[in-house]
């Protein structure tokens, strides 16, 4: 997930989401406690915050942090199994608003999907392990359709992205000279931290 001049990440050998910068020279934890298989990440931009997904096989959840590491919490954690933006064990696509009310499946008819993403908020994209295609489907659940995919090495397509045509987005503190941060510039509910990385040993930190 890339932010500005930040890319977050979920790291499931360290079992830690994180954020670094885009040249990749500072890095540090967000979370690094109390997540077991983090996965799939996605940002909303204008609240400043992360969701992401825990694949715990006793307790997944879909949590959500603000963008400097503040305020984690468990969003969602009723009815789920193996959360990676798309359900593969209940074999569902469902949605829920930000505040956590008004789920609803979006889509039931799904074999093994993985990765899912959205276009515009108009429609759903996501990959298939079992079939090998791309499939999609309006946000009402309307419109379904799919196309076949040649794939390589392992044979499992794992992430998918829909790119909008105009990227713009919500500006920050962080978008004009990093804020004026030496290091890492996280934008969070107050305005922005100034953040030393974890990675490197740098002056004054």
């Known amino acids: 997930m890339i932010f500005f001049r930040n890319v977050y990440y979920a790291d499931s050998l360290n079992d830690e989401i994180g954020v670094a910068t885009l040249d990749g020279k500072y890095q540090k934890a967000l979370i690094s406690e109390g997540l077991v298989n983090p996965r799939a990440l996605a940002l909303d931009l204008q609240n400043r915050h992360l969701y992401y997904t825990d694949w715990h096989r006793e307790n997944p959840i879909i949590g959500r942090v603000d963008m400097d590491g503040k305020n984690n ?90 790119v909008p045509k105009q990227c713009t987005g919500p500006q920050t503190a962080c978008s004009v000279n990093n804020g004026g941060c030496p290091h890492l510039c996280l934008p969070g509910q107050e305005g922005v931290r100034c953040e030393c990385p974890s990675n490197v040993a740098v002056k004054g930190c």
Do not use: M
């Open 73 to 162: 919490r468990v969003f969602l954690n009723d009815d789920i199994h193996l959360p990676n933006g798309a359900n593969p064990r209940d074999l569902k696509l469902s949605c829920i608003g930000l505040d956590g009310q008004n789920r609803r499946v979006v889509y039931a008819s799904l074999q093994y999907p993985f990765g899912l993403t959205h276009n515009n908020e108009a429609k759903f994209y996501w990959t298939d392990w079992k079939d090998n295609r791309i499939h999609s489907v309006g946000i009402y659940g309307d419109g379904y359709a799919s196309f076949p995919i040649s794939l390589g090495g392992s044979g499992k397509v794992y992430g998918i992205l829909a």
